[in-house]
């Protein structure tokens, strides 16, 4: 009852963050029941799995794709929040309206980059399938005119989330989930890889429209009076930017390799149908660090508005709550893996047999993911990265050494899971204890980068 009486506590004293996250719940409940639902429907548009398989190996290659953004995004995100907690319009255009044009010169980068690589590329081999050529060579030209589009339009979650509208942010993903999910229950007439090419067109433009639209409403509605224009290019401020966004940059590209290499390695290492099998195990316990970010996005907005004004001690109380959260959390991973087997039963039917043991190791990578995340959340929100950069770049130079030995010791792909969660813990214990004591200091000018 003690921490019931805490937690609400701090709810009543935190009344617009505390609505923020209610409303990213309820979004995301909702994102999590409609990816439940795809995963079934996934398994029977595909008469091949092998397909299936190579589908989501392409989907974590986007996610590769999308991370190029230099940290922008997240350097906007922090250097707009800390305008808009200090009143500042003008300084708040120009930091828009940079990142608008810093974004267009990486689209345009990226763009040239694949059109230059993609070609050259066996990707029959690459990707470990017998889909033909051809049938890639589409899929692959719908997808680069879709990532070019997507990576200048999704500059609009960055500042949404800087205005502390992550309920609006987060409702973009679930229509573009719902529009996916209109095309999986509708007739597709074709063989398995005319499907392919039609789900990477509905793909594509379900993850543009929403970003598009929202862009629209947002810079004719509410921001009309700081919309992006050649007028406000500052070099000096697309620098900042730039400079904040560099350290982001090098975690990212460490959580690429991290988080978006698993399918790969599973599809070269034990092929396509393991990805399958892996996919649906990640799909279920995923679910516990995407809970938690229910919590962390709003919580990282709102500590660098804190941060930019001293507040230090309530920092203080909403990490010791986010470690509550991951403890609990923690046991729901727990309890989930023992009643796998019923869970399988009744998501996937009978067809799918669980196993407890995979269920096991994928509780143990979930719990150490959300408590790294509770550090690294604070810590963004106070651009203190410098811990989480090092130990995320050196996690990523272990991931495929480590994966190798794994997969030796234990030739199946479970291996690939348990490489994965061995090199997350020095991460988590690090960046808990660097933020721990950053965080004993009294006064900001104390607190160590």
Same mark, same amino acid.
């Given at each position: 009852?003690?921490?019931?009486?805490?937690?609400?506590?701090?709810?009543?004293?935190?009344?617009?963050?505390?609505?923020?996250?209610?409303?990213?719940?309820?979004?995301?409940?909702?994102? *999590?029941?409609?990816?439940?639902?795809?995963?079934?429907?996934?398994?029977?548009?595909?008469?091949?799995?092998? +397909?299936? #398989?190579?589908?989501?190996?392409?989907?974590?290659?986007?996610?590769?794709?999308?991370?190029?953004?230099?940290?922008?995004?997240?350097?906007?995100?922090?250097?707009?929040?800390?305008?808009?907690?200090?009143?500042?319009? &003008?300084?708040? !255009?120009?930091?828009?309206?940079?990142?608008?044009?810093?974004?267009?010169?990486?689209?345009?980068?990226? %763009?040239?980059?694949?059109?230059?690589?993609?070609?050259?590329?066996?990707?029959?081999?690459?990707?470990?399938? &017998? =889909?033909?050529?051809?049938?890639?060579?589409? +899929?692959?030209?719908? /997808?680069?005119?879709?990532?070019?589009?997507?990576?200048?339009?999704?500059?609009?979650?960055? *500042?949404?989330?800087?205005?502390?509208?992550?309920?609006?942010?987060?409702?973009?993903?679930?229509?573009?989930?719902?529009?996916?999910?209109?095309?999986?229950?509708?007739?597709?007439?074709?063989?398995?890889?005319?499907?392919?090419? &039609?789900?990477?067109?509905?793909?594509?433009?379900? /993850?543009?429209?929403?970003?598009?639209?929202?862009?629209?409403?947002?810079?004719? #509605?509410?921001?009309?009076?700081?919309?992006?224009?050649?007028?406000?290019?500052? %070099?000096?401020?697309?620098?900042?930017?730039?400079?904040?966004?560099?350290?982001?940059?090098?975690?990212?590209?460490?959580?690429?390799?991290?988080?978006?290499?698993?399918?790969?390695?599973?599809?070269?290492?034990?092929?396509?149908?393991?990805?399958?099998?892996? %996919?649906?195990?990640?799909?279920?316990?995923?679910?516990?660090?995407?809970?938690?970010?229910?919590?962390?996005?709003?919580?990282?907005?709102?500590?660098? =508005? !804190?941060?930019?004004?001293?507040?230090?001690?309530?920092? !203080?109380?909403?990490? !010791?709550?986010?470690?509550?959260?991951?403890?609990?959390?923690?046991?729901?991973?727990?309890?989930? /893996?023992?009643?796998?087997?019923?869970?399988?039963?009744?998501?996937?039917?009978?067809?799918?047999?669980?196993?407890?043991?995979?269920?096991? +190791?994928?509780?143990?990578?979930?719990?150490?993911? =959300?408590?790294?995340?509770?550090?690294?959340? *604070?810590?963004?929100?106070?651009?203190?990265?410098?811990?989480?950069?090092?130990?995320?770049?050196?996690?990523?130079?272990?991931?495929?050494?480590?994966?190798?030995?794994?997969?030796?010791?234990?030739?199946?792909?479970?291996?690939?899971?348990?490489?994965?969660?061995? +090199?997350?813990?020095?991460?988590?214990?690090?960046?808990?204890?660097?933020?721990?004591?950053?965080?004993?200091?009294?006064?900001?000018? &104390?607190?160590?980068?």
């Amino acid at each position: 009852m003690r921490c019931i009486d805490k937690i609400m506590e701090r709810i009543r004293a935190n009344k617009e963050l505390s609505t923020s996250i209610v409303g990213v719940v309820l979004l995301k409940g909702a994102s *999590i029941l409609i990816a439940f639902i795809m995963t079934p429907m996934y398994l029977s548009f595909f008469k091949d799995q092998g +397909i299936l #398989g190579v589908w989501y190996t392409l989907q974590s290659i986007l996610v590769w794709i999308l991370t190029f953004d230099f940290g922008v995004g997240n350097g906007i995100r922090n250097k707009l929040g800390t305008a808009i907690s200090n009143k500042d319009a &003008s300084e708040a !255009r120009k930091i828009i309206s940079s990142g608008y044009m810093v974004f267009g010169a990486l689209m345009v980068f990226i %763009t040239v980059l694949l059109a230059c690589i993609v070609p050259f590329i066996n990707w029959q081999k690459a990707l470990n399938t &017998s =889909v033909g050529s051809n049938v890639l060579d589409k +899929i692959l030209l719908i /997808t680069l005119i879709g990532i070019a589009l997507q990576f200048f339009f999704k500059l609009v979650t960055s *500042i949404l989330m800087a205005l502390r509208k992550n309920v609006v942010a987060n409702a973009l993903p679930i229509i573009t989930n719902m529009l996916i999910l209109l095309f999986l229950l509708s007739p597709v007439s074709g063989d398995d890889e005319e499907k392919f090419v &039609s789900l990477a067109v509905v793909y594509s433009v379900a /993850t543009i429209l929403p970003l598009l639209v929202s862009t629209g409403c947002l810079f004719c #509605g509410p921001l009309k009076h700081i919309r992006p224009s050649w007028k406000y290019w500052d %070099t000096q401020m697309a620098k900042s930017v730039l400079k904040v966004g560099g350290g982001f940059f090098a975690i990212q590209l460490g959580l690429l390799v991290l988080n978006s290499t698993n399918q790969v390695l599973i599809n070269l290492l034990f092929g396509g149908e393991a990805v399958v099998d892996y %996919t649906l195990y990640y799909r279920l316990y995923s679910m516990a660090a995407m809970i938690f970010t229910l919590f962390t996005q709003p919580v990282w907005s709102e500590i660098t =508005v !804190r941060y930019a004004k001293g507040d230090l001690q309530w920092i !203080r109380k909403i990490y !010791r709550f986010m470690i509550f959260i991951a403890g609990v959390i923690s046991g729901g991973c727990l309890l989930v /893996t023992g009643l796998l087997p019923f869970i399988f039963q009744l998501w996937l039917g009978e067809n799918i047999v669980a196993s407890r043991w995979i269920g096991l +190791i994928f509780s143990v990578w979930s719990i150490v993911e =959300v408590f790294t995340y509770a550090g690294t959340c *604070i810590a963004n929100g106070m651009t203190k990265l410098k811990c989480q950069m090092v130990f995320t770049l050196g996690a990523a130079v272990a991931k495929i050494p480590v994966t190798i030995a794994c997969a030796t010791l234990l030739p199946d792909w479970i291996s690939v899971v348990i490489a994965h969660t061995i +090199i997350l813990i020095p991460l988590m214990i690090t960046q808990n204890v660097s933020l721990s004591r950053q965080l004993r200091s009294t006064h900001q000018s &104390s607190i160590p980068s």
